[in-house]
């Protein structure tokens, strides 16, 4: 069986676009390379194979009371997806690029990793490391970082950095 690859992704075009690049650059020396994101993340997708993008529901936490809860509601939703896409795929590889789109199949993937062997790396896009890749560096075996500083929020994990820039084409 061919070890599947998946790339998580979504939310803004600051983290898509990266991913989006990335993915081509690996399609194109690899098989079986799959990229989740949410429907907002998903306009930024184009010239990918529609069978190799996979969509969940995600949401953000700010907002009114009634955002709030269709929020939660969506994120639920998506983790269940995200079980389901686990389960069919199987994956050896994750490559997070960080979002609120990523954080339940991020959750997933702590639950499966006790029952089957996955690397995760992860890609912080931006100079200060978002909230997502915090939470979930400590699951890691490496972060991608752009720019070459340091990171106070994550130093204890100042082993697992590497500095690689943005994906291009």
């Known amino acids: 069986m061919k070890s599947n690859t998946l790339i998580i992704t979504g939310g803004t075009g600051g983290h898509v676009i990266p991913a989006v690049h990335f993915y081509n650059y690996i399609n194109s020396r690899s098989e079986n390379i799959f990229l989740l994101t949410d429907h ?3 306009k930024y997708i184009k010239n990918i194979n529609e069978n190799n993008i ?9 907002g009114n009371i009634f955002f709030k809860l269709n929020a939660i509601l969506k994120l639920l939703i998506g983790f269940f997806q995200s079980i389901k896409l686990f389960i069919k ?4 590889t994750i490559i997070s ?8 199949p991020l959750l997933c993937f702590i639950f499966f990793k006790f029952f089957f062997s996955i690397k995760l790396y992860l890609h912080e896009q931006n100079s200060i490391v978002g909230q997502t890749n915090k939470i979930f560096i400590r699951y890691s075996n490496k972060i991608f970082m752009n720019f070459d500083r340091e990171y106070k929020s994550i130093k ?11 994906p291009q084409i």
């Open 89 to 92: 795929l199987k994956p050896k």
């Open 156 to 166: 204890k994990y100042k082993n697992k950095i590497s500095i690689v820039g943005l």
């Open 54 to 62: 996979l969509k969940i529901n995600s949401s953000h936490l700010s």
């Open 40 to 42: 907002r993340g998903s």
């Open 97 to 104: 690029f960080g979002s609120y789109a990523s954080f339940t």
